[in-house]
């Protein structure tokens, strides 16, 4: 039982020191993996941004396709642009080793983050660059410090400045803590604008960790309803059956 509670406690730490030492409050994505329009929107978004450096190695174009409503003229006319087949799996052509010379580290592979971090997280995130001189690319995250991810999307969203408050701690050594950010220069997106965008995108990256959700989502409703009416009528019938017994 000890050995049980010690595994548990390991595991959780990690959690729990996110949870307390975290400078970011994850804001709620709020997306719907039921608005088509927007998980197409999200696809877009993600083949032009994000599928230079990250790959998508769990799913096929044409499942995209299939289930975003896509007929195979628009998926290669507007998410297939390198000579990539509609039954290939969405992957890079980026070399590992360049991708560890140019960032330190290889950018994952995105077809199961959205299960792995949640949505809020990824909302939070690309909605929480700041510029950062000390750092190579330039920019921080305020969810992510020290990332080695660039800000991919400076020019739709422009460039903000974290704003930082000091607070003495015990001993009297000041402590910086995350306030807000600050418009430095503009995008060519106006903030609702970017959120909407950063949404869809987190959408379609929720999709892409189970596609399936898509039937599966719908379904759960009548077989829900099914079960419960089968359930007065077993209790109706044990009812009947038993009603003469003493």
């Given at each position: 039982m000890r050995t049980k509670l010690l595994?548990?406690?390991?595991?959780?730490?990690?959690?729990?020191?996110?949870?307390?030492?975290?400078?970011?409050?994850?804001?709620?994505a709020g997306n719907d993996v039921g608005n088509r329009a927007s998980l197409q929107r999200g696809a877009s978004n993600f083949v032009n941004y994000c599928l230079g450096c990250h790959s998508a190695k769990y799913v096929r174009y044409n499942r995209v396709a299939t289930d975003l409503g896509i007929t195979e003229a628009q998926l290669i006319d507007n998410l297939m642009f390198t000579g990539e087949r509609p039954h290939d799996t969405m992957r890079i052509g980026m070399n590992p080793d360049d991708a560890r010379r140019w960032f330190g580290v290889v950018p994952p592979?995105?077809?199961?983050?959205?299960?792995?971090?949640?949505?809020?997280?990824?909302?939070?995130?690309?909605?929480?660059?700041?510029?950062?001189?000390?750092?190579?690319?330039?920019?921080?995250?305020?969810?992510?410090?020290?990332?080695?991810?660039?800000?991919?999307?400076?020019?739709?969203?422009?460039?903000?400045?974290?704003?930082?408050?000091?607070?003495?701690?015990?001993?009297?050594?000041?402590?910086?803590?995350?306030?807000?950010?600050?418009?430095?220069?503009?995008?060519?997106?106006?903030?609702?604008?970017?959120?909407?965008?950063?949404?869809?995108?987190?959408?379609?990256?929720?999709?892409?960790?189970?596609?399936?959700?898509?039937?599966?989502?719908?379904?759960?409703?009548?077989?829900?309803?099914?079960?419960?009416?089968?359930t007065l009528l077993a209790w109706a019938l044990k009812k009947e059956y038993w009603k003469d017994v003493k």
């Open positions: 595994v548990l406690l390991a595991a959780l730490a990690p959690v729990a020191a996110f949870a307390a030492g975290g400078e970011a409050r994850l804001e709620h592979d995105l077809s199961l983050i959205a299960r792995a971090r949640g949505t809020d997280y990824l909302y939070t995130f690309l909605r929480s660059f700041y510029a950062d001189p000390s750092r190579p690319t330039g920019v921080n995250n305020i969810v992510l410090p020290g990332t080695a991810m660039p800000h991919v999307l400076w020019n739709l969203q422009g460039v903000q400045e974290a704003v930082w408050e000091g607070h003495p701690d015990a001993q009297g050594n000041v402590q910086k803590h995350f306030k807000e950010f600050k418009p430095d220069t503009t995008g060519s997106l106006t903030a609702d604008e970017y959120d909407q965008f950063v949404r869809d995108t987190v959408n379609f990256l929720d999709y892409i960790g189970e596609p399936a959700q898509l039937k599966r989502t719908p379904l759960g409703f009548p077989v829900i309803a099914f079960l419960i009416f089968f």
